[in-house]
């Protein structure tokens, strides 16, 4: 858990949101190094002019949080 905490605030320090964060995409190493992979639902979260708002449809249902299922604005 301290290793996912980690590489989400390395993330979000660099302005990326993963959005799509589940234990398939949590690799472990050989010596319990984690790295998170799969990026391909990942934006940055400094919008340049003309760009849209963040989409609802984003992580694996079974995935998701609360503020996705009830509408609401995310971010990291």
């Given at each position: 858990?301290?290793?996912?905490?980690?590489?989400?605030?390395?993330?979000?320090k660099?302005?990326?949101?993963h959005?799509?964060?589940?234990?398939?995409?949590?690799?472990?190493?050989s010596?319990?190094?984690?790295?998170?992979?799969?990026?391909?639902?990942?934006?940055?979260?400094?919008?340049?002019?003309?760009?849209?708002?963040?989409?609802?449809?984003?992580?694996?249902?079974?995935?998701?949080?609360?503020?996705?299922?009830?509408?609401?604005?995310?971010?990291?």
């Amino acid at each position: 858990m301290h290793q996912i905490l980690k590489g989400l605030t390395y993330l979000h320090k660099l302005d990326i949101v993963h959005r799509d964060i589940k234990p398939e995409n949590l690799l472990v190493s050989s010596k319990n190094d984690l790295k998170i992979c799969d990026f391909g639902f990942a934006r940055l979260t400094r919008k340049e002019k003309g760009e849209q708002d963040f989409t609802d449809y984003v992580a694996t249902r079974w995935y998701r949080p609360p503020e996705l299922l009830v509408g609401g604005e995310y971010g990291k």
